[in-house]
């Protein structure tokens, strides 16, 4: 056929059996993302009772947890980091609804200051393998200045989670008066942000808000 006629690029090629082909046109974003909800079993948060969506933030929380790290059920096929997106955000959406219901529920909210925190560290972690390969020899200038506008966009996009991810965990300790766990992890999202900040006087900030939640926990303990 003429390759003017395919509306959306060539079609796609699956092999079905030997010696027989079937073609399939290419499949948009849309229904690339609506395939991938679906073989990872993402519900719609909002058809979920309250103890419902806490029960699958949780299942989420720890699928993409996996699934970033290469860990569990994805031990045998390594890291896989749209599924492990796609299964964070569907907790951080479980979660945040679960604490819109009940803004007092220490549980609900932890495990979404947990949820964004999962979330900003696989988009440092993402980042970190950016630089990798923006240091191989030979790039074109093309995919040099697609790599640099990459670095910008996840670089915005983890610092505002962990920075939410903060915002979740000093709400759990105006609630509770105290939680180790939370500020720990306050001290964690704090530490990630300021490895991902380019100025030196911000980082050290952030690095020293740090200390002093982890000191804190310690001096509790």
């Known amino acids: ?21 079937v073609i399939q046109p290419a499949t948009s974003a849309d229904q690339q993302q ?20 806490r029960t699958e933030g949780l ?3 720890r699928a993409g947890r996996e699934a970033t790290r290469g860990t569990g059920a994805y031990s045998s096929t390594g890291p896989d980091f749209a599924a492990a997106e ?22 609900a909210l932890g495990n979404l200051g947990n949820a964004l925190l999962a979330q900003g560290e696989l988009k440092k972690g993402l980042l970190d393998e950016l630089r990798l390969n923006a240091t191989q020899d030979g790039l074109a200038p093309a995919a040099l200045q697609s790599l640099e506008a990459a670095d910008v966009r996840l ?17 759990v300790l105006e609630v509770d008066g105290w939680s180790s766990r939370a500020l720990v992890n306050w001290g964690k999202a704090m530490v990630a942000r300021a490895e991902l900040a380019l100025d030196t006087a911000a980082a050290a900030k952030l690095y020293n ?13």
């Open 1 to 21: 056929p003429d390759p003017a006629a395919w509306p959306s690029g060539p079609p796609q090629m699956q092999q079905q059996q030997p010696g027989q082909q």
């Open 209 to 221: 808000a740090a200390i002093d939640k982890f000191e804190a926990v310690l001096e509790e303990d």
């Open 59 to 61: 299942r989420l929380l």
């Open 86 to 107: 796609a299964q964070l955000q569907a907790a951080v959406a479980c979660f945040g609804r679960a604490a819109e219901s009940e803004p007092q529920d220490t549980r």
């Open 34 to 53: 609506q395939q991938l909800s679906t073989v990872l079993q993402l519900p719609n948060p909002a058809a979920l009772t309250d103890e419902q969506l």
């Open 155 to 171: 670089r915005s996009e983890a610092s505002t989670l962990l920075t939410r991810a903060g915002e979740i965990f000093r709400r």
